[in-house]
């Protein structure tokens, strides 16, 4: 059986986020066309401003989904929404720790919805026995933490925490987390991650998770979002073909996001462009030029600030082999293209530093 998971929808009115209605209703449709009837929203399907349901109400009542059974757990932000509040028959509100058993979905599920002050380990053990079977799926909303975490702007601070040791302690076969807004994925974690970008911040393509409770593999599907923001820094480093080398980057912006011609014209882009050049006003037109019809963040220009002059050949040559070699191990290594450009500009400022 497969089944459709998202979270962190964070609906408003449409009148002031109508791209999220838009982004919900592409999944139904996706979903629609796979022959798949079930949808688990993991957390934060509205927004904590959010206090009339109707829109909501009236794309998920449409003749067309009603086949399609939705079932959310509360979140931080939508913590006080009670099942009560809905008269769709095709939708469900969870707000206590839940266990959908195995003629149902295939595997036991236990659904933890955010309950304030409470770690996650607390309530799995609280809810840990009445299970049917040795494999069993979790379905929970909170922050994960496994040795480092990522600040996520639109989520300051810690939410209901799920620890590795967790995972190993109780051992779920699969873990759907919400909360966290960017994508993750691990042999047993997966973060749907928001399924429409909320701002500049949550960066590249979003997807929504088609889920196989027979096999336990899942995949990513792509949803069609009306924005697509990016997010992006490039290094640039004097070189004989600098201005080619400029092209090229500026290109592997799209193409490394597996950003189409077609969904440029989708694309909001912020860009902080770093490194060296032999020639600060030719670098720039080049830039702007190739950038000229792509639309800007705010407001409306690309920060060039770490962007200094350099004529030091003996400096261009050791970063220039530096840029081959720690572009052979990232390739090696899949390492993502943020971390990318933050070792390249480290590597630019150590090279050129005592200029």
């Known amino acids: 059986m497969k089944i459709a998971i998202t979270a962190d929808c964070h609906l408003k009115s449409d009148e002031s986020s109508p791209e999220r209605y838009k982004t919900l209703k592409n999944i139904l449709d996706r979903m629609l066309e796979r022959d798949i009837i079930t949808l688990i929203i993991a957390g934060d399907l509205f927004d904590k401003d959010a206090n009339n349901y ?8 449409l003749k067309k989904y009603s086949e399609i059974k939705m079932i959310t757990i509360r979140g931080n932000h939508d913590i006080n929404i009670l099942p009560d509040q809905f008269t769709l028959p095709n939708f469900t509100v969870i707000d206590k720790p839940t266990w959908k058993m195995k ?35 979790l379905v929970c909303h909170g922050n994960l933490i ?14 209901m925490p799920l620890l590795s040791a967790d995972i190993q302690r109780y051992k779920p076969a699969r873990v759907f987390i919400g909360h966290i807004h960017k994508p993750y994925d691990s042999t047993e974690i997966i973060i749907p991650g928001s399924p429409c970008g909320l701002d500049i911040t949550e960066s590249g393509k979003r997807s929504f998770i088609v889920f196989d409770t027979t096999t336990l593999e899942y995949e990513r599907e792509v949803v069609k979002n009306t924005t697509i923001f990016l997010d992006a820094q490039i290094s640039i480093i004097p070189a004989e073909d600098e201005m080619d080398f400029i092209q090229n980057e500026i290109e592997g912006i799209f193409s490394r996001r597996g950003i189409s011609k077609a969904d440029k014209k989708l694309v909001t882009l912020r860009l ?3 490194g060296y050049t032999s020639n600060m006003k030719k670098a720039k037109k080049v830039i702007e030029d190739q950038l000229k019809d792509i639309r800007k963040y705010k407001d409306g220009s690309i920060n060039f600030d770490n962007l200094k002059i350099s004529n030091d050949i003996e400096r261009d040559f050791i970063i220039k082999k530096f840029k081959e070699e720690i572009g052979n191990q990232i390739s090696k290594n899949n390492v993502d293209s943020a971390l990318e450009e933050e070792i390249m500009k480290n590597a630019l400022d150590l090279v050129y530093g005592e200029q």
């Open 54 to 61: 109707t829109k909501f109400e009236k794309l998920a009542g």
């Open 103 to 137: 003629d149902k979905f295939g595997i036991d599920f236990l659904f933890i919805p955010y309950i304030r002050n409470k770690k996650m380990a607390q309530v799995i053990e609280e809810n840990i026995i009445p299970r049917q079977s040795e494999d069993w799926v």
């Open 146 to 159: 496994h040795g480092h975490r990522d600040v996520d702007p639109y989520e300051k601070g810690i939410y």
């Open 272 to 274: 902080i462009v770093n």
